[in-house]
């Protein structure tokens, strides 16, 4: 990928340089808008705004966040940033999408789940839960990640794997594990090997990895997630914010990463470059690969125009987390749109993030 334009980085810096191609001054000042006020009015603590187009880029972080460097707990763009690295194997030929899950984890038996396969994981028809019923619990003892893997092998499924669509950060989970196996890696090496060097993603990891806690963006608390603590007091030892979860690198929502990282690793997918996974890799995985009748979805990525905001085509993928993150891009138009807050996904309708997403997309089909 060519060295890309900086058109504006900073706190509230004038947004005066020229735009981005194809995009209206107006509606990028809006998006931009939407951040600063909601940090202004205290809505989040922080935030951070990537758009690229072509070679031209924009960036702009508010609120805490000092610069475009600031990381973020990403949440559920964790998935396909893990399944990149377990893709990492797959072009050297060390799985097949059909093979079995039982083949790399011989524990994985009984009742459907030798039916389970590693395509099934990777786009969430598994049959797998999302959040294993025990979450609570494995949580507040701070278990380790190989005792998620333990109950996930063990927990009843949903339904006949391929049969029905759930989205399964457990489906994540496992892949993981397989990839650990496979390796012979600990993940969060993996993750290092595999996709933040060679994207030259500077500022990201899995768990903590090189950085410290105090350098990250902490998480609001209230309307998070009930997985996540919810801004239950007695959940502090566990919760999103918490030393555990921070340098536990949950494959399915542990990842921290700047919203220009972010934008990175879509690029690897936009323009098929090579530098993680081999172009032909990269093009599978942001296609399709869910029967008619279930949610459509790629491997580890949500694909569609729902998948960005209303004007995106259906060829858009990317993923968006319950921490307050958003990530797309979109082959039609070459843009890609990051939105990284602190705020719950769920806390408030319409969420910043979206509203923010909106006025970009909005922006580059005119």
């Keep these: 990928m060519n060295r890309r334009t900086l058109l504006q980085v900073g706190v509230g810096t004038a947004l005066t340089s020229p735009l981005l191609a194809a995009v209206r001054k107006d509606k990028l000042e809006a998006a931009a808008e939407v951040l600063t006020s909601a940090a202004h009015h205290g809505q989040i603590s922080a935030a951070a705004l990537c758009v690229r187009q072509g070679k031209s880029e924009f960036v702009k972080a508010f609120g805490k966040a000092k610069d475009s460097d600031a990381m973020f707990l990403l949440g559920s763009i964790s998935k396909p940033m893990s399944v990149t690295a377990l893709m990492t194997l797959f072009d050297q030929g060390k799985f ?16 459907s789940r030798e039916k389970i396969t590693i395509r099934h994981l990777l786009t969430h028809v598994s049959g797998l839960p999302d959040q294993l019923p025990e979450n609570n619990m494995l949580r507040s003892s701070q278990a380790s990640l190989a005792k998620f ?6 927990t009843p499924l949903l339904f006949e794997p391929g049969t029905n669509y759930s ?13 650990q196996r496979i390796s012979g890696k600990n993940f969060l090496s993996l993750m290092d090997g595999a996709l933040f060097g060679p994207l030259e993603m500077k500022h990201s990891a899995i768990g903590l990895g090189r950085f410290k806690i105090e350098e990250l963006m902490p998480c609001q608390s209230d309307g998070a997630a009930p997985e996540s603590g919810a801004g239950d007091p007695t959940a502090k030892d566990w919760d999103w914010n918490s030393p555990y979860w921070r340098k536990l690198g949950a494959p399915w929502g542990g990842v921290h990463a700047s919203a220009p990282d972010v934008a990175r690793f879509l690029a690897e997918f936009l323009y098929a470059s090579g530098n993680a996974v081999k172009p032909k890799t990269a093009e599978l995985m942001v296609r399709n690969h869910n029967p008619k009748g279930l949610t459509p979805r790629g ?7 729902s998948t960005g905001s209303p004007g995106c085509s259906e060829r858009t993928f990317g993923h968006s987390g319950s921490t307050g993150t958003l990530a797309w891009a979109d082959p039609a138009t070459e843009t890609i749109c990051v939105v990284l807050t602190t705020l719950p996904s769920r806390a408030v309708k319409p969420h910043p993030t979206t509203s923010a997403s909106d006025l970009v997309a909005e922006a580059v089909k005119e």
Excluded at 149 to 154: I, N, S
Excluded at 171 to 176: G, N, P, Q, S, V
């Design 299 to 305: 491997l580890g990525l949500a694909v569609g125009a």
């Design 149 to 154: 893997v333990e109950k996930t092998v063990a």
């Design 167 to 179: 989205y399964s950060s457990m489906a994540i989970m496992l892949a993981a594990e397989i990839a």
């Design 96 to 111: 097949g999408l059909e093979d079995p899950v039982k083949k790399f984890l011989p524990e994985f038996t009984g009742g």
